[in-house]
């Protein structure tokens, strides 16, 4: 009875009653091209397993000694695939019961320490190493949970243990592997907590500056790069110009934003160039060096970044929802 109660505890305390990764339309690739809408639906209907019509998975039972809710819940995501039978090829296949299961187990990871992030991460993989087709349908549900922009869960951080996990295994082939430290260069690229690469603009005005020329003391600095041809980077800029958090921030001197076209098209510039706020800094790279170089990993438009007046970066292809709250937390 007790190790029942325990595991009502973290599954209330962790949320995995409902989720819902929310489809939006991005943009991505230098021309923003849409991506394929996703829309991703869990609900646990009790607290013993994760279950669809075909399929369930039994979750464990934590044990009565542990009792701090941060171990409880790392308890649970080390622990959450104990009964999944990766052999299983059709339950594996099974979009539904696959995207009810990491709904709930992507859930936990924000309440668990970096330690067990890590080893949740490793046992998962380690146990999906009993057949390659299981192998390969984890590593792309993780992929699209943990870095989709229509993801709801999308995390960097998170995605690089995965990506860890798997470049250690021997459980790959070679294509495979080349593609995931693609990735973790990428992720590597322009890191939150690293010195952010400068890059050479021009304002709207024909002004030559560059990102680090651009940082003051006690400001930070938005950084948005967006495609002028693009109706997602429209639609999300739209949003950015009526926050109040961001207005806010940008008149009282603590934030500046810089709307950067990554992609240097000079036509297209010509037209977008008076198209933002005026407290806004609209740049171009250019010759589009930005884009060109690799300098900034640009998965799908708009990215947004926060660099601080010392050049790190402090968000990295930070969403609306989390710009927000961060602005917030500056504020307060």
Not at 168 to 189: M, P, Q, Y
Not at 229 to 236: G, K, L, M, P, Y
Request: hydrophobic residues 40%; charged residues 25%; glycine residues 6%.
């Amino acid at each position: 009875m007790m190790k029942n109660r325990s595991r009502m505890t973290i599954l209330k305390y962790v949320g995995v009653a409902t989720f819902c990764m929310v489809a939006a339309t991005s943009c991505s690739g230098r021309k923003g091209a849409p991506t394929d809408d996703t829309a991703v639906q869990a609900n646990v209907l009790s607290d013993d397993s994760l279950s669809t019509p075909g399929y369930a998975l039994q979750l464990p039972d934590i044990p009565a000694a542990i009792t701090d809710q941060e171990a409880m819940a790392g308890y649970m995501a080390v622990h959450y695939w104990d009964y999944m039978d990766f052999n299983d090829t059709a339950m594996v296949a099974d979009d539904g019961f696959m995207d009810r299961a990491f709904a709930g187990y992507f859930s936990i990871f924000p309440y668990i320490s970096s330690v067990d992030a890590a080893k949740a991460a490793d046992t998962l993989m380690k146990r999906a190493e009993v057949n390659r087709s299981s192998y390969h349908k984890v590593m792309a549900v993780v992929e699209r949970f943990l870095t989709s922009p229509n993801s709801t869960m999308r995390d960097e951080e998170t995605y690089y243990l995965f990506l860890q996990a798997v470049d250690k295994s021997d459980f790959i082939d070679d294509a495979r592997r080349e593609r995931v430290r693609a990735h973790i260069k990428d992720v590597l690229k322009n890191r939150r907590g690293t010195a952010a690469a400068d890059f050479a603009l021009t304002d709207s005005g024909g002004r030559r500056t560059s990102l680090y020329g651009e940082a003051s003391p006690g400001q930070y600095r938005v950084v948005i790069f967006y495609d002028p041809e693009c109706s997602h980077c429209h639609d999300i800029i739209e949003d950015l110009k009526t926050a109040e958090e961001l207005s806010s921030a940008v008149a009282s001197g603590r934030v500046k934003v810089m709307a950067v076209y990554a992609d240097g098209d000079g036509e297209v510039w010509d037209k977008a160039r008076r198209s933002m706020p005026a407290a806004w800094l609209n740049c171009v790279s250019p010759g589009g060096a930005v884009a060109d170089n690799d300098i900034y990993s640009l998965p799908a438009m708009p990215v947004i970044y926060v660099i601080d007046d010392r050049n790190r970066v402090v968000l990295k292809d930070a969403s609306v929802s989390q710009l927000i709250t961060w602005l917030y937390d500056l504020q307060y």
